[in-house]
């Protein structure tokens, strides 16, 4: 797919075509207004990344131009203007989506694949066409489960094909698909990527007329006959062990070339510092010029973008600190007004030597297995681990190697109760948790509240191998499951950002929204497995939204944690009777906050599975 950049920011736009390279998007870019116009008359697009700020033609005149002129093709605005008039003003002229720099790259290119699904006619997590296989979230391709070694170029052609498994493209037309503006091929290099991508489909196994030659009209995916195997669109896939989606080596490969890239750019962002500099010196000498003052504005506006990219929030804060003042400095600033502006220059400057932060993965191993625990029955443990051999599936004894179905043991509950309980802690306090369910035939009510205590998921009354399968082979099932969609409202920016760094490592797909009069179109657009909502916020308080969605039948189930600074009974008593999941302190470790989150999100996966499973 083909992506235009219009961004006359040179370190952002070099980032971003790095990034969304790396992702095997065809990249061109185009630096200001009118030049993106051009492109887009010349060349056809499946998306625009569009700038606000740029020179001759701002972003939103020109999005108005486009949508005037009839071009459909979806607009991410990208934006360092966080106020919601930029934003009402940008979605009015046409754009289908805005994001406020600084932005997480995860985040960016999730909502670039939301607007391509939609620009298109059929949503389809993987194409697939007989037996060749291609995963556009992972960028992997295979034939009969045989990994394929493509380049960037090789994995764009075939995505093409199976994008339109029954049109055929000419050279000209893939030309226009897969390669930018500057690059400027002839259409022999087409001729020699479809032999290159022949011979590697050939040696996986493919027949070597799979992408056939249609005289007079170019290439195209050669139609399955009917004794052949059938076309797939929806295929099915192969059984999974259910695990929220780790950090990936792909994303630790950005990571890494952004560091890179950063001391590429280090000499043009220390030339910025140094206008700001100059501006500085001016002020105090009174000779302070519009031209100069719109250059110092447009500096620091482009550095906290940057910076923002970059993970160096405090570099971000400091540079959008100096442009409002810039914005707004007063007629006559005073000794400590440019003793302010200076301390910030020189934060400033201070943070243009940081490296940007590492981002490790997270390895989540096998613990998304959910764990049988049976109440001192070893022979039922026996019972179970041979009757789920004869189902072929995979039980295995707490402490032995491999990946399984499920883990089990056998534990006491009754005899030397506080070991047992302690023991069982350090599985559900995990982070993230797993699945910890107690069968036992002797539980009674302190049992039960002793197991509550330490947020045991789920306690049956009852021994019975067959029922134990049976919830196992539920879990199974559960090979497709959506990641984890989570509503955070809260009208601090820091901590929408700090909580995106703290839940999107564990699979969590979070959505944020600081402006609470948009909370309702929000909700049903996200439609949240959780809610997190901010206690203290204008407009409409956390307690008020909470009471709105228990008031909906369609929400009267969904978790939702009210997050504060003042957890007071007072507090405890209002988020009770709004009909609140939980009440969370603010002032808590990182690592509680995720804990709680992640366990009230698997608390309610548990029970919507057992709901299922008794219908």
């Known amino acids: ?95 289908d989506d805005y994001m406020t720099k600084p932005f997480e790259f995860a985040e960016l290119l999730a ?21 060749l296989r291609l995963d556009p979230t992972s960028c992997k391709v295979s034939y009969r489960d045989q990994l394929l070694h493509l380049t960037p170029k090789e994995y764009r052609l075939l995505e093409l094909f199976l994008r339109h498994p029954r ?16 690059e400027n091929p002839g259409e022999d290099t087409v001729t020699a990527h479809i032999k290159g991508l022949r011979h590697k489909l050939k040696r996986a196994g493919a027949p070597s007329n799979l992408i056939e030659t249609v005289y007079g009209l170019g290439y195209r995916l050669r139609q399955i006959n009917e004794a052949g195997s059938t076309t797939q669109n929806n295929p099915q896939k192969k059984p999974q062990k259910f695990r929220i989606n780790a950090s990936t080596d792909k994303e630790q490969d950005i990571k890494t070339a952004l560091r890179k890239l950063w001391k590429t750019f280090r000499q043009q962002n220390q030339e910025r510092i140094q206008i700001l500099h100059r501006s500085i010196t001016a002020l105090e000498t009174g ?86 625990v049976i109440d001192d029955h070893a022979d039922l443990v026996d019972r179970v681990i041979e009757l789920g051999r004869l189902q072929n599936l995979t039980i295995q004894r707490v402490g032995e190697s491999g990946a399984p179905d499920a883990w089990i043991l056998s534990l006491p509950l009754t005899d030397a109760i506080e070991e047992s309980l302690t023991r069982l802690q350090t599985w559900t306090e995990q982070v993230p948790p797993i699945s910890v369910m107690v069968f036992s035939d002797r539980i009674n009510l302190p049992l039960r509240v002793r197991l509550a205590q330490i ?43 700090g909580m995106r760094h703290l839940l999107e490592p564990w699979g969590v797909t979070l959505t944020t929204l600081e402006a609470t009069p948009q909370f309702w179109d929000t909700l049903v657009d996200c439609t949240p497995d959780l809610i997190i909502l901010d206690v203290e916020m204008p407009h409409f308080n ?74």
């Open 455 to 497: 947020n045991v998921h789920a306690i049956f009354a009852a021994l019975d191998a067959t029922a134990i399968l049976a919830l196992v082979q539920w879990f199974q099932r559960q090979t497709d499951l959506p990641t984890s969609r989570i509503l955070l409202v809260d009208d601090d920016p820091q901590v929408l950002t």
């Open 1 to 95: 797919m083909k992506i235009l950049i219009v961004e006359d920011d040179d370190c952002i736009a070099k980032t971003l075509e790095m990034v969304l390279t790396r992702e095997n998007y065809a990249i061109d870019i185009a630096t200001s207004g009118e030049a993106g116009w051009r492109y887009v008359e010349t060349f056809a697009y499946d998306l625009i990344l569009l700038d606000i700020v740029l020179p001759q033609l701002d972003g939103i005149a020109l999005c108005q131009r486009l949508r005037s002129h009839h071009y459909a093709t979806p607009v991410l605005l990208i934006t360092a203007q966080e106020s919601s008039p930029d934003r009402i003003s940008g979605l009015d002229a046409g754009a």
């Open 111 to 131: 909502r670039i694949r939301v607007l391509l699904r939609r620009s298109q006619s059929e949503v389809l997590t993987q194409y697939v066409w007989e037996h």
């Open 167 to 182: 049109q055929a493209f000419s050279r000209g037309r893939i030309l226009e698909h897969l390669w930018g503006c500057e």
């Open 287 to 372: 000779d302070f010029q519009r031209e100069l003052q719109e250059q110092a504005i447009l500096t620091a506006h482009k550095l906290a973008g940057t910076l923002g990219v970059y993970d160096l929030h405090e570099g971000s804060r400091l540079a959008l600190n100096i442009e409002a003042w810039l914005r707004s400095r007063p007629a006559l600033p005073t000794a400590a007004d440019l003793q302010q502006l200076s301390s910030w220059v020189s934060q400033l400057a201070a943070e243009l030597q940081r490296e940007p932060p590492e981002t490790e993965g997270v390895d989540l191993g096998s613990w998304r297995y959910p764990l049988i």
């Open 542 to 615: 956390g307690f008020e939204l909470c009471q709105v969605v228990r008031s909906a039948p369609r929400w009267s189930q969904l978790p939702i944690v009210l997050f504060t600074m003042h957890n007071n009974l007072e507090t405890l008593e209002q988020a009770i009777a709004a009909g609140a999941t939980r009440l969370l302190d603010k002032s808590i470790a990182a690592s509680e906050v995720v804990q709680c989150i992640l366990n009230q999100l698997e608390r309610s996966r548990l029970v919507q599975s057992l709901t299922a499973l008794n219908q």
